[in-house]
Nanobody, 118 residues
Framework: QVQLVESGGGLVQAGGSLRLSCAAAGSIFIINGINVMGWYRQGQGKQRELVAAITSGGRRDSADSVKGRFTVSRDNAKKTVNLEMNHLNPEATAVYSC?????????WGQGTQVTVSS
């Protein structure tokens, strides 16, 4: 099994920055097969959406709404993925969940609340 331990999040004023971190733990055999690591978010009354993701080879994908402001990075050796969020606006308020894709399985963190006040 795989556990995803998230940290970061909280309350910030518009224009501020936050950093989310996620560490994968569990069976070495399984987590050594991590392909994609990333972050999704779900705002109140909204569908879950991809924020940003990165493959083991370093290829990145992100939502148009965060391009230029959010940066996803990972440490393959430490099995961690980070999300640097700058110039936050109230529309970014949501529960952010870490996600990893390993072979044919998807794993999710418990989610961390990000609230941006205007």
């Amino acid at each position: 099994q795989v556990q995803l331990v998230e940290s970061g999040g909280g309350l910030v004023q518009a224009g501020g920055s936050l950093r989310l971190s996620c560490a994968a733990a569990g069976s070495i055999f399984i987590i050594n097969g991590i392909n994609v690591m990333g972050w999704y978010r779900q705002g109140q009354g909204k569908q879950r959406e991809l924020v940003a993701a990165i493959t083991s080879g370093g290829r990145r994908d992100s939502a148009d709404s965060v391009k230029g402001r959010f940066t996803v990075s990972r440490d393959n050796a430490k099995k961690t993925v980070n999300l640097e969020m700058n110039h936050l606006n109230p529309e970014a308020t949501a529960v952010y969940s870490c996600h990893v894709h390993i072979r044919w399985n998807d794993y999710w963190g418990q989610g961390t609340q990000v609230t941006v006040s205007s």
